[in-house]
């Protein structure tokens, strides 16, 4: 199993709950951020499917209570450093 198919099925079995992913952004700085895997919110964007398998698209929670709007941010799996939910946590 890959660490992309690894993250994707922890995500999945999180439900509904929370969960806090901390990766590094194409920069080379950490950034954090939580999100409901179940969100059904409508994504805004250019309306381009993603071309890399291992990105996945969520809407920042934290972004989202404080602000409302531009709260949808995508991550590389790739960039994982660790992923939280349900108290579990995977760390690569």
Do not use: Y
Request: aromatic share 8%.
């Amino acid at each position: 199993m890959t660490k992309t198919d690894k993250i994707k099925s922890f995500i999945f079995n999180a439900g509904s709950s929370i969960v806090n992913v901390r990766f590094v952004k194409a920069d080379g700085s950490v950034r954090s951020l939580c999100f409901n895997p179940r969100d059904t919110k409508e994504i805004k964007g250019t309306g381009t499917a993603v071309k890399k398998p291992s990105i996945i698209r969520c809407r920042d929670f934290t972004i989202a209570r404080n602000v409302g709007e531009g709260a949808w941010r995508s991550f590389d799996c790739e960039r994982v450093l660790s992923i939280k939910a349900n108290g579990q946590t995977l760390t690569f």
